[in-house]
């Protein structure tokens, strides 16, 4: 196994070793394709160019698809709230929804200036909703949510889908596929969360990596660096590329 | 190398693999961006900002009468 970073290291192993079944790829790199925000978005957008040009197919966990589209909508809703914010003619701070719209227009100025990209939390994202519900129905939140996400959302996410050319890969425990050397065990993902102290998620990304014939793997988590460096028996023709 | 490709193909083939498009990001997140770029719903703006004018006015009216 090797790692990789730096386009032109990534470039160099795509010219000479051909990569026959695709890459594996992870949350934060789907999102930075995206997102002109994201510190990445420039890099990824590159690596997507490099794969575009070895056609290579990408692919994805239903984990990573669920968190991919969750991120999109909570930064739909962040983008919302700050033009409502900034739709806000008077700056009446007694009221708790100016306050909150605030917090996160002051959040994502923040993370402006770090070169991140912010997304409401959970947290926020509940209080958002129950105080426009409280204070001026939940017709409100429904014609907010129409304008930012709605059906925009899911004609966004179909071409998400063909156009980055994104494969989701669902496989039953136990059961075989033709990418897979061996067939994905929840035990086995659930003894690497135990062994590497990985989130869930992760060891998910982990196991099927290690398990799958896919050569490449594309990642924004240098975690996966270490756990992977030291037990885990890697065939010789598995990448780790970091961005 | 040919047996190589080769084999790509009949795998792809096989799996109807899609694969990526030149610019799909770029393309996607210049219409994530225009998306956000819309104003929010005119109701909820009005409302937003009518009970800012209510609650002035009546904070307005209420100190005219303590005056008096």
């Known amino acids: 196994m090797q790692v990789l970073r730096g386009l032109d290291a990534l470039s160099r192993s795509l010219d000479n070793d051909a990569i026959n079944f695709g890459c594996l790829a992870d949350t934060g790199f789907l999102y930075a394709l995206a997102y002109k925000d994201d510190r990445l978005f420039e890099t990824a957008n590159d690596i997507h160019d490099l794969l575009v040009a070895h056609e290579v197919p990408i692919y994805s966990n239903v984990i990573s698809r669920m968190e991919l589209i969750d991120l999109i909508f909570r930064k739909q809703v962040t983008i919302g709230c700050i033009q409502l914010f900034e739709s806000a003619t008077s700056h009446s701070f007694d009221k708790p929804i100016y306050n909150t719209l605030k917090d996160i227009r002051d959040k994502n100025t923040a993370a402006v200036k770090k070169n991140?990209?912010?997304?409401?939390?959970?947290?926020?994202?509940?209080?958002?909703?129950?105080?426009?519900?409280?204070?001026?129905?939940?017709?409100?939140?429904?014609?907010?949510?129409?304008?930012?996400?709605?059906?925009?959302?899911?004609?966004?996410?179909?071409?998400?889908?063909?156009?980055?050319?994104?494969?989701?890969?669902?496989?039953?425990?136990?059961?075989?596929?033709?990418?897979?050397?061996q067939p994905l065990r929840w035990s086995e993902m659930v003894a690497l969360m135990g062994q590497k102290g990985?989130?869930?998620?992760?060891?998910?990304?982990?196991?099927?990596?290690?398990k799958s014939k896919l050569e490449l793997l594309i990642t924004c988590d240098s975690d996966f660096e270490n756990c992977f460096a030291d037990q885990i028996p890697f065939e010789m023709n598995k990448t780790i590329y970091i961005l | 190398?040919?047996?190589?490709?080769?084999?790509?193909?009949?795998?792809?083939?096989?799996?109807?693999?899609?694969?990526?498009?030149?610019?799909?990001g770029r393309r996607l997140a210049d219409r994530l961006e225009k998306l956000g770029q819309q104003k929010p719903p005119k109701a909820l703006i009005e409302k937003l900002n009518q009970?800012?004018?209510?609650?002035?006015?009546?904070q307005r009216n209420s100190s005219e009468d303590m005056d008096i």
């Open chain 1, 116 to 181: 991140e990209s912010f997304k409401v939390d959970e947290g926020r994202l509940k209080k958002v909703r129950k105080q426009l519900a409280d204070d001026y129905g939940i017709a409100d939140w429904k014609d907010f949510c129409a304008k930012f996400v709605d059906a925009k959302l899911a004609n966004e996410w179909t071409s998400i889908e063909q156009d980055l050319g994104l494969n989701f890969i669902e496989v039953m425990d136990g059961q075989e596929s033709d990418l897979f050397n």
């Open chain 2, 51 to 58: 009970n800012d004018r209510e609650k002035v006015a009546a």
């Open chain 2, 1 to 24: 190398m040919i047996q190589q490709s080769k084999s790509k193909e009949s795998f792809m083939e096989k799996k109807k693999v899609n694969l990526p498009q030149k610019d799909a």
């Open chain 1, 198 to 210: 990985l989130r869930g998620p992760d060891a998910m990304i982990a196991n099927l990596f290690d």
